[in-house]
Nanobody, 115 residues
Framework: QVHLVESGGGLVRPGGSLRLSCAAA????????MRWYRQAPGKQREYVAS???????NYAGTVKGRFTISRDNAKNTVYLDMNSLKPEDMAVYYC?????????WGQGTQVTVSS
């Protein structure tokens, strides 16, 4: 069982920065790939970034060069550093892991980009 808790969302002006965190609690150990997704109002949930346990990362083209994903394996926590935020980045951000064949999602954290 994995319980994911996101934090760090909020209101930021265009061009600003935010750091999201997602902590995986529960009995899981050695969680492999951890991912971030986002969902804007009226749109489908979309992939943002992922990172393997060994630190290999991947990004959606829309965020590459602006967002950085990282993780702390000792804390079972994944981070998303978001820079140069744009209004189109506004969404609810979710972290996701797959563990023992089961997908787990966090409750989401709202990111609002507005002047």
């Amino acid at each position: 069982q994995v319980h994911l808790v996101e934090s760090g969302g909020g209101l930021v002006r265009p061009g600003g920065s935010l750091r999201l965190s997602c902590a995986a609690a529960g009995s899981a150990s050695n969680i492999d790939t951890m991912r971030w997704y986002r969902q804007a109002p009226g749109k489908q949930r979309e992939y943002v970034a992922s990172i393997s346990r060994t630190g290999l990362s991947n990004y959606a083209g829309t965020v590459k060069g602006r967002f950085t994903i990282s993780r702390d394996n000792a804390k079972n926590t994944v981070y998303l550093d978001m820079n140069s935020l744009k209004p189109e980045d506004m969404a609810v951000y979710y972290c996701q892991v797959a563990y023992m064949g089961v997908e787990y999602w966090g409750q989401g954290t709202q990111v609002t980009v507005s002047s």
